[in-house]
């Protein structure tokens, strides 16, 4: 993630997932201090860890800003590949999903 501009803060965290959406939050925090985004983005860890996750399932990384009402304007780099896949948005109540461009980054099961 890197910031564009506003409050330079998000909420991360990972999803199980709910029939093709983002479902309960397995954890989240708080990351702070994002990188500028034309100039991001170095690799960073969010820090959740103790997750058991299943292979083969399904999870969604989720960012957010901290507030529903935010001045925050952060982007997701892309991979770099430019893989197609499954991405969402929350549209208020109800998310709205399709193919898109992947973002960068990486979820490590130990």
């Given at each position: 993630?890197?910031?564009?501009?506003?409050?330079?803060?998000?909420?991360?965290?990972?999803?199980?997932?709910?029939?093709?959406?983002?479902?309960?939050?397995?954890?989240?925090?708080?990351?702070?201090?994002?990188?500028?985004?034309?100039?991001?983005?170095?690799?960073?860890?969010?820090?959740?860890?103790?997750?058991?996750?299943?292979?083969?399932?399904?999870?969604?990384?989720?960012?957010?800003?901290?507030?529903?009402?935010?001045?925050?304007?952060?982007?997701?780099?892309?991979s770099g590949r430019y893989r197609i896949g499954r991405t969402a948005m929350h549209l208020g109540s109800y998310w709205s999903w399709g193919n898109d461009y992947q973002g960068s980054?990486?979820?490590?099961?130990?």
């Amino acid at each position: 993630m890197g910031i564009i501009s506003g409050l330079n803060a998000v909420k991360v965290s990972l999803n199980a997932d709910d029939g093709g959406s983002p479902g309960t939050v397995l954890a989240e925090v708080r990351l702070n201090d994002l990188e500028e985004y034309l100039w991001c983005c170095k690799p960073r860890r969010t820090g959740i860890q103790g997750i058991a996750l299943t292979a083969g399932r399904p999870y969604w990384v989720v960012v957010r800003p901290l507030t529903l009402v935010s001045t925050t304007h952060a982007a997701w780099a892309w991979s770099g590949r430019y893989r197609i896949g499954r991405t969402a948005m929350h549209l208020g109540s109800y998310w709205s999903w399709g193919n898109d461009y992947q973002g960068s980054l990486k979820v490590l099961a130990q």
